[in-house]
């Protein structure tokens, strides 16, 4: 027998396909390659009460993975929204944010920013300074403390494909704990002697938060490698430049020391922020 699922669990050659609310089958693909992801809506053959034989996929909308030179990892497939979670505690990268939002930006995914840990209160003025750039190019951000205000996020996820990214440590479990009661997602403290998170999360999970309503959980980054896109994906990618592109001298403008680049002049005239126009050249010669 043949039915329509969505995959709520990838580990390895196995997945868990939620086939009808509240029913699971324990699938694993037809051949030897397996490159599905959390949120893939599959057909599934059924071999017994609980296991099935994954024989078709079909077609996404939305994917995102990371790249290096060598590999590529699917995260999510079918997503509509990243959650980006950063803490008050440990400290997080300002890169990492910039390339999670690249790569939402490249599939026309939303994005938006969780600052958790507010309750630590003596911190969360240096962590929202450092969210200022993301704000000001429009990116929204929600300030909570995920134990206790985890309901300040229910209006942005409602009738959203929703994942939680980022570094290990900022929340996203206790997050994801406190929004599904049923989860019960591992958390660990953070690392005292590094002041960095712990991995706890080993594997990507969709929870239902309703029928249109879903989350997915995800281990935490320590990188995020984008060299499945080219430096044209790269420059669309970023609001501030978007407006700009194609208003150079040269077609193939690089956005680097070109004459009459329109990029550049936005910079020195103070409309792109130097660091973020940093992060893009970055980017661009990490690709090649």
Same mark, same amino acid.
């Given at each position: 027998?043949?039915?329509?699922?969505?995959?709520?669990?990838?580990?390895?050659?196995?997945?868990?396909?939620?086939?009808?609310?509240?029913?699971?089958?324990?699938?694993?693909?037809?051949?030897?390659?397996?490159?599905?992801?959390?949120?893939?809506?599959?057909?599934?053959?059924?071999?017994?009460?609980?296991?099935?034989?994954?024989?078709?996929?079909?077609?996404?909308?939305?994917?995102?993975?990371?790249?290096?030179?060598?590999?590529?990892?699917?995260?999510?497939?079918?997503?509509?929204?990243?959650?980006?979670?950063?803490?008050?505690?440990?400290?997080?990268?300002?890169?990492?944010?910039?390339?999670?939002?690249?790569?939402?930006?490249?599939?026309?995914?939303?994005?938006?920013?969780?600052?958790?840990?507010?309750?630590?209160?003596?911190?969360?003025?240096?962590?929202?300074?450092?969210?200022?750039?993301?704000?000001?190019?429009?990116?929204?951000?929600?300030?909570?403390?995920?134990?206790?205000?985890?309901?300040?996020?229910?209006?942005?996820?409602?009738?959203?494909?929703?994942?939680?990214?980022?570094?290990?440590?900022? !929340? %996203?479990? /206790?997050? =994801?704990? +406190?929004?599904?009661?049923?989860?019960? @997602?591992? $958390?660990?403290? #953070?690392?005292?002697?590094?002041?960095? !998170? %712990?991995? /706890?999360? =080993?594997? +990507?999970?969709?929870?239902?938060?309703? @029928?249109? $309503?879903?989350? #997915?959980?995800?281990?935490?980054?320590?990188?995020?490698?984008?060299?499945?896109?080219?430096?044209?994906?790269?420059?669309? @990618?970023?609001?501030?430049?978007?407006?700009?592109?194609?208003?150079?001298?040269?077609?193939?403008?690089?956005?680097?020391?070109?004459?009459?680049?329109?990029?550049?002049?936005?910079?020195?005239?103070?409309?792109?922020?130097?660091?973020?126009?940093?992060?893009?050249?970055?980017?661009?010669?990490?690709?090649?």
């Amino acid at each position: 027998m043949k039915v329509a699922g969505t995959v709520v669990a990838a580990y390895g050659r196995q997945y868990r396909v939620e086939v009808a609310e509240g029913e699971t089958l324990l699938c694993f693909p037809r051949g030897k390659k397996s490159e599905l992801a959390c949120g893939d809506q599959v057909i599934v053959e059924q071999t017994s009460a609980d296991q099935g034989v994954i024989s078709a996929l079909e077609a996404r909308t939305t994917l995102l993975y990371r790249s290096d030179h060598f590999k590529q990892k699917l995260i999510a497939a079918n997503v509509t929204q990243i959650i980006i979670v950063v803490a008050t505690e440990p400290p997080f990268s300002d890169e990492l944010i910039t390339r999670c939002t690249v790569a939402a930006e490249n599939q026309g995914i939303k994005a938006l920013i969780v600052l958790n840990k507010c309750d630590l209160t003596d911190r969360v003025a240096a962590a929202s300074a450092a969210l200022a750039q993301f704000e000001s190019l429009g990116y929204r951000v929600v300030k909570l403390c995920a134990r206790h205000e985890s309901a300040l996020l229910l209006p942005h996820l409602a009738q959203q494909t929703s994942l939680l990214i980022g570094q290990s440590g900022m !929340g %996203k479990s /206790t997050l =994801t704990n +406190a929004l599904v009661p049923y989860a019960r @997602a591992p $958390t660990r403290e #953070i690392s005292q002697a590094l002041n960095a !998170g %712990k991995h /706890t999360t =080993t594997h +990507a999970r969709l929870y239902r938060l309703g @029928a249109m $309503t879903s989350l #997915i959980d995800s281990p935490g980054l320590m990188a995020f490698g984008l060299h499945h896109l080219s430096a044209e994906d790269l420059a669309q @990618a970023f609001p501030e430049l978007r407006p700009l592109l194609g208003e150079c001298r040269f077609r193939n403008c690089r956005h680097d020391r070109e004459p009459d680049c329109r990029v550049q002049a936005a910079l020195r005239e103070g409309a792109i922020d130097p660091r973020r126009y940093a992060a893009f050249r970055s980017l661009c010669a990490e690709i090649g």
